[in-house]
DNA sequence: TTTGGTGCAAACAATTTGCACTATA
DNA sequence: TATAGTGCAAATTGTTTGCACCAAA
């Protein structure tokens, strides 16, 4: 229990620390800020674990750091997801929710239509066949965006 | 080319029909009315092959019968997806489009991210495939959206 | 010390809603 | 003729932007 806890902390942390990284190295390139602001918005963004809407994120932060406007939210996702470094995603509703992306790393979706958690996945067949289906009728596949919904069978899934 | 035109628009006023023909039903049944405003919006939206927002079908449908408002093509296609008529999508755009849905029938996306174009294709092999991941991952799955995005290779696809 | 970032409020865009009026059932 | 639908304008929601001030580089 303790151990799993650490564990996780750190490996969080860990995630802060390299992302950080990356986006210090990518607003430098450009001769842009690293602010405070920038700083607790992606730290605490990571630490959610991604999948939240600006608005979302925007509540948790101002408890931690209660001066941050709602248009600094906006901006510094948004400049993430200009370094490569978050995605925007439109699942069940209208709102963007945001996820972090680990450069090489990709993954598909599974939400659950009653408690509308979220579970990622891989799987190499689907995209090989998606491949092949791109190929088949004369497109360069570039991306793909796959969400499967249904529902999920965890113990404490309301019955919603 | 006589032939192939004519096909495209009797297939096309059959499938308007019968379009109408079920909502129609789904209206009476719930003591709805039918107007003239929703008969055009209807018609026009299936004519236009579908994949358009509100404001693009209140575009074309304003040239057919001026009076009706932006208003009016909300509610219609809200109440279309309410019939299980017609499905919301979201592409690379914000903003929603939507397409005509045959109870049975369905099929996933092919965007080119130059020309915008948007191909639908099935693929049997994927949708097992899906099915399984879900399964493996104890989820009944329910539905599924897949997009995949590249370029295609039309001549007339401009190099934006 | 230059210039990009910030918070705030106003602006925007997409969609929904309240209301007096109209048309379907 | 009762009630659902309509057009219009106002309201709402999610997101972006202009501006005077602040803080990284």
Partial sequence: MVKKGKKREESSDLEIE???????TFLS???????????????????SGGHLSAEDLFRIVKKKASNVGLASVYRTINSLVDAGLAEERHFLDKTS???????????????????KKIFEFENEA???????????????????????YGWCQRSNCPNY
């Fill in 29 to 47: 390139e450009r001769q842009l800020k690293f602010t405070e602001q920038r700083k607790v918005i992606i730290t605490e963004f990571v630490k």
């Fill in 97 to 115: 929710v945001y996820e972090i992306h680990k450069p090489g790393d990709h993954h598909d979706h599974l939400i659950c239509l009653k408690c």
């Fill in 18 to 24: 390299s992302l950080l990284e990356a986006y210090k």
């Fill in 126 to 148: 689907i995209e090989d066949q998606q491949k092949k289906v791109a190929e088949g009728l004369g497109f360069a596949l570039k991306k793909h965006k796959l969400e499967l």
